[in-house]
Each structure stands twice: as structure tokens, then as C-alpha cells.
């Protein structure tokens, strides 16, 4: 009975194999030719911020109206906005653009179009609030403010990321020393570093309603602007092997 199981199962061996099946043998094999894990790896991270002061502010101008027809809507809008970008385009020092355009219909309680509403911008953008700020009130008689925002040039955030970067990588190659020697190694190398940075989106300080100053067709006096600061970060992460 011995001698029928042996070779019972010599025969099982003998078929299972062309088919393809596994025995732990040949699983054990495989695992010992997989590459060993490293060892005396630290993974670290290190961050260096500023607050920027913001060097650009920009200025959204708008003109609203309402009429029984598209057309002549679209016209009047059109004039606004380009009366106010004439104005604008002689100013040294700020640039103007057009902003949004619409137009679209005002319904009445039967869902009849009642009349046509629209609505024109144009973006004033300088680093010079002064001059930016004295155009607005200028054109206070053709647009109105609808909002301020300031922010930083691609000037100023790539001056002060460039900065950042550096404090932050010796803050990293710091801390790589620092846990190297704690861990009781001599050195370390660098295996992976990532480098990141963040910024404040713009900040709207004012925001002015179409009716609040439909009625004063004086001109304005200039607008009081002084911008805050933009956090500029910068992030570095990554590992080292100690050695």
C-alpha cells in the first residue's frame, strides 16, 4: 500500500507540472531572488514662507443698461467701453483691457422677454496705484468701480521663490545630518527630492454696487489703495540613505 501512494503521487507531480501548476519550492525560490528591501532610509521634509508685499493691483470698471432691444443695447454698451478704453490707453504706466461682456433678456410674470439688461468691463492693471487709482476716478463718468484686487507679479514671486528654495534646502540637508548622526551614522546621500511652492491667490478688497452709484455722475476722487501681502512657501521632501 506504501509503494501505491508513492507512486500516486510521483504521477500527480509528473502532470500538474506541464500544466502549469506552482509548488512552494519553486515559490521560495522566487521570493529569495527578490532585491532585499534598503535599510537606513529617512524620509524628511522642510518648508521656508514670506509674506510679499503685493506690487500689482487691479481694477475691474463696469457699465450696466437695460433697453427693448439687443441691438441697440449691444451699441451703447460697446461705446461705454470703448470711450472708457481710449481714455485708459493714454495713461502711462497702466494697461486696459476688456473684461466680460453680456447681454440677456429681463422676462416678465408671463414669461415674456420684458427687455434686455447688459453688461461691459474693463480691467485696469498697473504697479503704480497711484496712477491706477487716479484713472478710475476719471472714468467715473463713462464706468463705474465694481472691484479691487492686488496681488503679486510673476516678478516678485519667482525673486522671493528663488530665495525660499535655497533656505529650504539647507533647512533639509540640515535635518538629513541632524537624524543621520542621531541614528548613529556617519553621512547620508540622497535618494529622492521634491520641490514645491504655493502662493495667496489675489485678495478683493471692494466691491461697489451698480445702484449705489447709478445717480452721481460727478467724477469721482481717486480711490484709496495700499496692498497687503501674498505668503509665498516653498517645500522641499524627499528621502535619504544614511550612511
Known sequence: MNRKITITVATAMAIAVPLGLSFAPCAALAQSDAPPQPAGVLSLSAQASTDVAQDVVTITLFYEQEASDPSSLTNTLNQRSDAALQRARGVNGVTARSGQFSVFPSTDRDGRISAWRGRTEVVLESHDFAAASKLAGDLSTVMQVGNVQFSLSPQAQRSAEQKLTREAIASFRDEAEAGARA????????????????????????????????ADTKMAAPLSLEGGTSTVTVNVSGSVQMR
Do not use: D, K, L
Request: glycine share 10%; proline share 9%.
Open 183 to 214: 541614528f548613529g551614522y556617519s553621512s547620508y546621500t540622497i535618494r529622492e527630492v521634491n520641490i514645491g511652492h504655493s502662493g495667496v491667490p489675489p485678495r478683493p478688497i471692494m466691491m461697489m454696487s451698480a445702484r449705489a452709484m447709478s
